[in-house]
């Protein structure tokens, strides 16, 4: 088989490109809430694969076989944010019925996106099935992704020709996939799931509405982030003691307030409004970030990513007539408006918020983002927003 080749990175036939990585448990999530997507517009998404390169921008580490840190080259901010992201992930995987267990090491998922692409040119059903073939094994630490012959054999019980990709494997597609990965790199591409309309692109899953509306034409107001739920969730069997709502400067908390003031208005348990300071979760900066010809190294690269990620976000779920500089001062005026006062007392799980963005803390358990409120709304029993 020849790969026609190269792909562009922000173009597609398809409604929209979807990008993963089989190393990424947020994008094992997006996964179901993508195909029903597609399911409900009646298409079909361009699946390809990205690889991460996380130590470039998180450091790195490596456990034992009962869980211990072996060797690890990661701050104590970057490790507060992996261990957060494991929790969260272990929430919303229960919510779908996945199982997820944190990785002993970081994986080269090259072989299996090099796999991935070879499918595509099969068909989408290929894809889907190797897809399938690969997540739910994974994670649950019972598939080498690294071994030539473990990938040709998952092929194989897909119903593909597993030698015929290895033989295109060795003798073009590793380097395919190593070019169109620099290209994806280069095009903006740095995390995952990634899903690109129109040559927009859109890091995590919580964007799907959005997704959805800018494919249907972009009637109406554009809704804001929401993590996706199982239409099937109903709500909780009991309410949660306390609440907490921590409230720091960042756009995010000044799109909840009102929402979660409204979630709360009939909430017959304690709530608490606290001020909680955050600050956005570093990237790794190795020595020779810029090299000598000024040429910006891969975490260099990720970092500005990141900044433009954000530029964009502000861009499209900001507050009309609100600059960034004025988010602190329009939170105090919205708090007044609602009768809030913030708390200084702040529980030990709110002190170091593991990234920017509104908290809130039901009993023990944390979220961080506005992301959650579909999750909260649950929690709290009150139904969806």
Not at 147 to 164: F, H, I, K, M, P
Not at 190 to 200: A, H, N, Q, R, S
Not at 213 to 218: A, H, R, T, Y
């Amino acid at each position: 088989m020849s790969l026609t080749m190269p792909l562009s990175p922000l173009v597609s036939e398809a409604p929209a490109i979807v990008y993963i990585d089989f190393k990424s448990p947020y994008a094992y999530l997006a996964i179901e809430p993508t195909r029903e997507l597609e399911r409900q517009l009646g298409v079909q998404f361009d699946w390809r694969p990205f690889v991460l390169d996380i130590p470039s921008y998180l450091g790195s580490a490596r456990l034992g076989k009962a869980g211990e840190v072996v060797e690890q080259q990661r701050s104590e901010e970057q490790w507060s944010g992996v261990k957060y992201a494991y929790y969260d992930c272990r929430r919303y995987a229960n919510l779908w019925g996945l199982k997820i267990r944190g990785t002993e090491k970081i994986w080269d998922t090259n072989l299996v996106s090099t796999a991935m692409l070879w499918t595509r040119q099969i068909s989408h059903a290929a894809t889907q099935q190797f897809i399938d073939s690969v997540y739910p094994r994974f994670w649950v630490r019972d598939l080498d992704i690294e071994n030539e012959e473990v990938v040709a054999g998952l092929l194989s019980t897909c119903g593909l020709d597993g030698q015929a990709f290895l033989e295109w494997a060795r003798e073009e597609g590793t380097a395919l996939n190593a070019d169109f990965q620099n290209a994806a790199f280069e095009a903006g591409v740095y995390g995952v799931p990634t899903f690109v309309v129109d040559g927009e692109r859109y890091f995590g899953r919580e964007h799907l509405p959005r997704v959805r509306w800018q494919i249907e034409g972009g009637r109406g107001d554009a809704p804001d982030i929401a993590n996706p739920l199982p239409a099937d969730l109903l709500p909780y069997a009991s309410l949660p003691e306390h609440v907490y709502v921590g409230v720091d400067s960042s756009l995010d908390s000044l799109r909840a307030i009102p929402e979660l003031a409204a979630l709360l208005k009939n909430y017959s348990g304690a709530v608490s409004w606290v001020r909680v300071t955050s600050k956005e979760p570093s990237v790794s900066k190795v020595e020779g970030d810029d090299n000598a010809d000024g040429v910006s190294s891969r975490s260099a690269m990720h970092r500005q990513y990141r900044k433009d990620n954000a530029a964009a976000s502000r861009e499209r779920y900001g507050v009309l007539g609100v600059a960034e500089d004025s988010y602190p001062e329009a939170i105090e005026v919205l708090l007044n408006s609602l009768n809030i006062q913030l708390s200084l007392d702040v529980p030990e799980k709110l002190q170091r918020p593991a990234m920017p963005g509104v908290n809130v803390l039901l009993d023990d358990e944390i979220f961080i983002g506005r992301q959650h409120l579909p999750l909260l709304a649950k929690k709290l029993c009150l139904g969806d927003l």
